[in-house]
């Protein structure tokens, strides 16, 4: 099992910035893909960026790419979302969900996933 815990959520003014963070414990952190998806209300959950196990591969949904960037600490069994230049259209809860192996962009791939965290853009 793994247990995933997202913090960082909040209120920002479009074009502010702010720092996702997604806690993982339960198992070797650094043998698992990580990804951010989110859902905002009255849509379905999508993808947003993804990192894979080694860390050397991201993927961005096109919407964010250039704005937002993933990373992961594995000494800290943590992955983070930097999210600049922020819209209200980013407004949604955010998700970070864990595979063993390799990160993706399809969310039926992934096992394990957090509460989720309210990200709210103001414009």
């Known amino acids: 099992q793994v247990q995933l815990v997202e913090s960082g959520g909040g209120l920002v003014q479009a074009g502010g910035s702010l720092r996702l963070s997604c806690a993982a414990s339960?198992?070797?952190?650094?043998?698992?893909?990580m990804g951010w998806f989110r859902q905002a209300p009255g849509k379905e959950r999508e993808f947003v960026a993804t990192i894979y196990w080694s860390g050397g591969n991201t993927y961005y949904a096109a919407s964010v790419k250039g704005r937002f960037t993933i990373s992961r600490d594995d000494a800290k069994n943590t992955v983070y979302l930097q999210m600049n230049s922020l819209k209200p259209e980013d407004t949604a809860v955010y998700y970070c969900a864990a595979r063993p192996g390799g990160g993706s962009v399809n969310q039926n791939h992934y096992e394990y996933w957090g509460q989720g965290t309210q990200v709210t853009v103001s414009s």
């Open positions: 339960g198992r070797t952190f650094s043998n698992y893909g």
